[in-house]
């Protein structure tokens, strides 16, 4: 396993011990959620008694296999704890999420949770948002029109593919990756990309951890709380 693995995976394994009996627990998407549900299934071998939550397809499916019960939206109120990795996090906690393009069922899971734990190997900590370029969730009617509309904002505008296909969320939606370069006020061009017809979700999430976990490369972890 080279290094970066192993420092999602250790990041992933010191966010699940704040797992415990009884919870209701929502399930990342991603490399370094991977490790999280493989945890989790390891220890509900030892005994540990949750039910699960997914933020997308892939990750209830791993889970699944993993015999990781599940809980019906519908049967919750909140969740307890989520566990999931992030492409960005700057110095106050916000996160440019849906790389994997889960960005929409992460963020109504993450909104649900009492406590949102992000997982992350040290190269996605960064001064500014913005390196990575923002996934933005569309639906596909008039995507042609969305895309201009988000590029009016500043950035240049990608929409993700897939083996020559456009990629599809879980959802039946687009995503477009927008290139903004640094990102200034990231919770305005939250609120005034949600605002546009056709933009379903963007995948900065403002204010929503409550920890953030970091594996160093060098093995170390690093573990931030809010104060
Ligand atoms: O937001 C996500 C998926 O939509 C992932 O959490 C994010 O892309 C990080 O992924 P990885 O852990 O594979 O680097």
Redesign the pocket.
């Known amino acids: 396993m080279d290094a970066r693995t192993e420092a ?1 995976r250790a990041a992933a394994e010191k966010a699940a011990e704040y797992v415990h009996d009884g919870m209701i627990v929502g399930l ?6 991977y490790w999280v549900i493989q945890k989790l299934g390891e220890r509900m071998k030892n005994g540990l008694k949750i039910k699960a939550v997914a933020t997308s397809n892939q990750s209830e499916l791993l889970a699944k296999e993993l015999e990781i019960p599940f809980v019906p939206l519908s049967e919750i109120g909140e969740i307890d704890l989520t566990i ?4 960005e996090v700057d110095d106050e906690w916000n996160l440019i ?7 929409l069922r ?1 963020k109504i899971i993450a909104t649900a949770s009492k406590e949102l734990i992000i997982i992350a190997d040290e190269s996605k900590v960064v001064k500014k948002l913005g390196q990575f370029p923002l996934p933005v969730e569309i639906v596909q009617f008039g995507y042609e029109l969305t895309l201009c509309k988000l590029a009016s904002y500043g950035c240049i505008t990608h929409l993700r593919m897939q083996e020559e296909e456009r990629f599809i969320t879980d959802n039946g939606n687009y995503i477009v990756d927008c290139a903004f370069g640094q990102i200034e006020r990231a919770s305005d061009l939250h609120a005034a990309l949600n605002m546009i017809p056709g933009v379903v979700e963007n ?1 900065l999430f403002i204010n929503l951890a409550t920890k953030v976990i970091i594996g160093a490369n060098d093995g170390s972890i690093k573990e931030l709380d809010r104060n």
């Open positions: 999602k990342g998407t991603g490399s370094t959620a999931d990795g992030a492409d999420k849906g790389g994997g393009g889960a960005l992460e995948g």
